[in-house]
């Protein structure tokens, strides 16, 4: 499993004489980039996602490759504060073993 922050997001430009009446910018989420590689198993998938539902991940972005019975589950999720990766790896490393 690695951990990966994920690319810089592309910022919006606005006309000067727009900027006085806009809002202040949003922060972006903090996001993290989740990639799990491990022999396929039925309901793997599914095990992986209950893992990050329960700790309360939104994913933004996923990416699922399987081939010779292997799979590499790739995805961006929310960052919760609080939670550190370790709390992540060990979720989603628990959820295999189920």
Request: aromatic share 4%; net charge negative.
């Amino acid at each position: 499993m690695s951990f990966e922050p994920p690319s810089a997001m592309a910022e919006m430009a606005v006309a000067p004489e727009l900027a006085d009446s806009l809002p202040p910018p949003l922060s972006p989420p903090a996001l993290w980039s989740v990639q799990v590689d491990a022999d396929d198993a039925p309901g793997l998938l599914s095990k992986l996602l209950a893992a990050l539902a329960a700790l309360q991940l939104d994913i933004r972005s996923a990416d699922v490759r399987t081939a010779a019975g292997r799979v590499r589950n790739s995805f961006v999720t929310t960052k919760r504060e609080g939670l550190l990766a370790q709390g992540v790896i060990d979720a989603l490393c628990g959820a295999m073993r189920e």
